[in-house]
């Protein structure tokens, strides 16, 4: 629109486990063209419901620095038993411009039993979403 300005962005949020995504390489490098486009750093923030498991943290970020994503990285691990308020939180912590959210494919019973994540946070978050297609 005319005559209006746009924040520009320098800190991505993504979080989602890689291992539930189906085709985690292409979502990667995507975010990766969208970061790289902006000069953005990306926070990478895993929402754990304990705080147990620290070993797929370590190996969540081998992968992601084995596929070159951006610069200066920032990888951090939430417990919550609530994802969607954690990363609110965080977001709104860390000044957050962008969210960034993988939208899969799912069947209608399964949608209707569990909903949708994704969804959840275009409808509700007070940060823009970025939504990264699986799959495509």
Known sequence: PEKCTFKPIKRMLFSKKLNDLNNKDLVLT?????????????????????????????????YIEQKAIGGANVYSNLVSDDKFMAIQSYAQEHQIDVITVVKRSKNVISKFLKGSFSEKVVLNSHNPVLILMDGL
């Open 30 to 62: 995507n975010l990766k063209k969208f970061a790289e486009a902006f000069n953005a750093r990306t926070h990478f923030v895993q929402v754990m419901d304990n705080a147990g498991n620290t070993n797929s943290v370590s190996e969540f970020q081998k």
